[in-house]
């Protein structure tokens, strides 16, 4: 066996988001999230986050939980409708004491705060005025920054502006399997900038509303490999590259949109005013990477934008997402190598296998240990490469609400019994444990 040690200061926690796992729908305004659950057959079996896990009430015992894994970090997001009902308008203090007070547990068990202000539940109303294909949704965005920073700035020094961009735009305005729904191309390039120009523009509000925070962004990143070394399949990984990846990291990182997919976009290009992209790269302290698999891609001129992508061999999560560690340490050392962020954090990991709770409330998911072994190792072999990776934030701390897929596929290191809301820690959750308790990983 051998024992791969992390930096002393590393950050081990779990993540998790406020529609999927909150509930206490009572309590907050309606979100695009509880309108798409309504639409028949965008949701597995019409599921909806209305009491998800319930974790608005059980919190306590959840921050509980995440102590005796030893986590000392807690990446979890607010919910813009919990904090303003309609999106803009009056404040809604129930909503800013529940996380002021999940903040004070949090930090009274010894975990760290790491706080995500957008991730994924626009409220209905803003989107009965556009979205965010209005411009004006940017500027309600850092209205509602300022408010939240402004209470939890004291005591959280590590904020997210927004999870997921390139989700938000493509898969909710492209693809249309996500909230809003929509399928229209220059409608999602439109959204998307608008997402990075909301970024850019709360960035400084947040420093000031919370002196000495760090302050960074989570793009979900995919390394793409071509099937072959011909010239096609080169260009094909790159177009793919341009589409899943730099379409985001340039704006935020070099000020510029990349200039091939710019130009493959033709005239859906978004709308972009002379100043946006100086604000979208404003600097940032610590860039998160969400990292679930790989694109291996071919070309292929039937294909959306002349590539195909494959399906190789290998094993496969119940996503239907292939397992390949290896594409973890290549994405974080090219993203170093190519964009050199201060500092990164793996913001989710994880992956949804079938789990079964037995009659002595176990659930021996090997799989899913077998999982996170081989990506933390991944992540250990890009620091011994010179990344600058300061934490990992296993998706997701408990079974929740898995979007479209509703209550269909469990992340989770916690099983929940979905009936009884009983937590029940797996047997990954136990290995995160001795991970996070060690600093280290033990290799067979």
Sequence with gaps: MSRLRFPADFAWGSATASFQIEGGVEERGQCIWDDFCRWPGKVFEGDNGDVAVDHYHLYGADVALMARLGFRAYRFSVSWPRILKEGIGEVNDVGLDYYSRLVDELLEAGIEPYATLYHWDLSTALQRVGGWASRDTASRFVEYARIVADRLGDRVHHWITHNEPWVVAMVGNLYGTHAPGWEDPGLALQVGHHLLLSHGLAVPVIRQASPGSQVGITLNLYPTYPATTSAEDLDAARIQDGFSNRWFLDPVFKGHYPEDIWALAGAQVPRVEQADLSIISRPIDFLGINYYSRHLVASDPSGPMGVQTLHPEGEYTQMDWEVYPQGLTDILTRVYADYSPRAIYVTENGCAYEDVLTSDGQVHDAK?????????????????????????????????????????????????????????????????????????????
Aim: aromatic content about 18%; hydrophobic content about 45%.
């Design 368 to 444: 899913r240990t077998a999982y996170l072994r081989a990506h933390f190792a991944a992540a250990h072999k890009a620091i011994a490469q010179g990344v600058p990776l300061r934490g990992y934030f296993v998706w997701s701390l408990m079974d929740n609400f898995e979007w479209a897929y509703g209550y269909s596929r469990r992340f989770g290191i916690v099983y929940v019994d979905f009936q009884s809301l009983r937590r029940y820690p797996k047997d990954s959750a136990l290995f995160c444990q001795s991970v996070a308790q060690e600093n280290a990983v033990v290799l067979d």
